[in-house]
């Protein structure tokens, strides 16, 4: 199994998707991307998540993220599970799905875990910034769906921090206080933080969200 750590270029790859053949760096372009595989088609865990991403379109769009979801079934079944989709969850699918029945894909972000089942992709999630490096990694087991609003608020942490000298504390929400990273002395402070910081001790310091 390949594995994929945080900071890792998301491996390149061409498949056949629901939206015709993605060329996966190259469909990303300068956007944000968050890849999520699920175990198989017309599953119900599966069902009610992909209507969900579906349903937070303009929360990703919003963040200029592209979403996309992989298994290891073929194009024709992706299809006919998209009708079963949007009916039961009133969703209109419009990110691609792609087809992986071939498990090169799988096999090549270790989304398939033998010793849980040698068949099916887990559910996992990769968060990938613009440059193309891997921000996020979380692996869910096939029986527990995926929180989005979990996932949005780690994208919204990820994005305020790249260029910032900054981290968020436990259960962080936008628009909620962020930590001073301890690197950053507080004459620096200072000038980097126009709405100032409380120093609650020498290596915990909290400052409004830019």
């Given amino acids: 199994m390949n594995i994929i750590r945080l900071g890792d270029i998301a491996p390149n790859f061409t498949a056949k998707s629901t939206e015709g053949r ?47 979801a992989i ?25 691609p799905l792609i087809a992986d029945n071939k498990r090169e894909i799988s096999e090549l972000y270790g989304m398939i875990h033998p010793n849980d089942n040698a068949t099916m992709t887990v559910r996992s999630v990769f968060i990938i910034a613009p440059d193309k490096k891997v921000k996020l990694i979380l692996t869910y087991p096939a029986s527990t ?21 900054l981290a968020t504390p436990a259960n962080w ?13 507080n004459e620096e402070a200072e000038k980097l933080f126009p709405k100032g910081f409380k120093e ?5 310091r909290l400052t409004p969200q830019v």
């Fill in 22 to 68: 993605l060329d996966f760096h190259e469909w990303l372009g300068d956007s944000w991307g968050m890849l999520v595989s699920h175990p198989a088609d017309f599953t119900p865990v599966c069902t009610t998540e992909l209507g969900t991403m579906a349903n937070y379109k303009e929360e990703f769009d919003e963040r200029n993220v592209k979403v996309a």
């Fill in 71 to 95: 298994s290891v079934d073929p194009l024709d079944s992706h299809f006919e599970w998209i009708k079963d989709i949007e009916e039961t969850q009133s969703a209109q699918l419009e990110f």
């Fill in 145 to 165: 769906g995926r929180n989005f609003e979990e996932l949005l608020r780690v994208i919204d942490s990820l994005q305020l921090t790249q260029y910032e000298s």
């Fill in 173 to 185: 929400k936008k628009g909620e206080d962020c930590v001073i990273l301890p690197s950053v002395s």
């Fill in 200 to 204: 609650v001790k020498p290596y915990l």
